[in-house]
């Protein structure tokens, strides 16, 4: 069993920067892929960001390309987001997630463990 716990969220303004961290516990924590998804009120969860065990391969959402980066500390068991240009539509909690990674492709995979979520809310 894999326990995450996201931290970092709050209110920023638009144009704002803010860093989201998500540390793990449970595993070894360089078996795991790992990703950020958020989910705005009213809305479908979305993916935003993976990145692999080694933190070698990375992939981001269209919507997130160019302002949001992801990457990983394995010796701190912690995987962060870095979100720039924050907009109002980047309004959302934000959670991580992880699988076992073996290698291949991190689009379209399915997630095992999951973090309750931080609530990042962008004004305009």
């Known amino acids: 069993q894999v326990q995450l716990v996201e931290s970092g969220g709050g209110l920023v303004q638009a144009g704002d920067s803010l860093r989201l961290s998500c540390a793990a516990s449970?595993?070894?924590?360089?078996?795991?892929?790992m990703g950020w998804f958020r989910q705005a009120p009213g809305k479908e969860r979305e993916f935003v960001a993976a990145i692999s065990g080694t933190g070698l391969t990375t992939y981001y959402a269209d919507s997130v390309k160019g302002r949001f980066t992801i990457s990983r500390d394995n010796a701190k068991n912690t995987v962060y987001l870095q979100m720039n240009s924050l907009k109002p539509e980047d309004t959302a909690v934000y959670a991580c997630a992880g699988f076992p990674y073996s290698g291949g492709s991190l689009r379209g995979r399915e997630y095992d463990y999951w973090g309750q979520g931080t609530q990042v809310t962008v004004s305009s």
């Open positions: 449970g595993r070894t924590f360089s078996s795991l892929a």
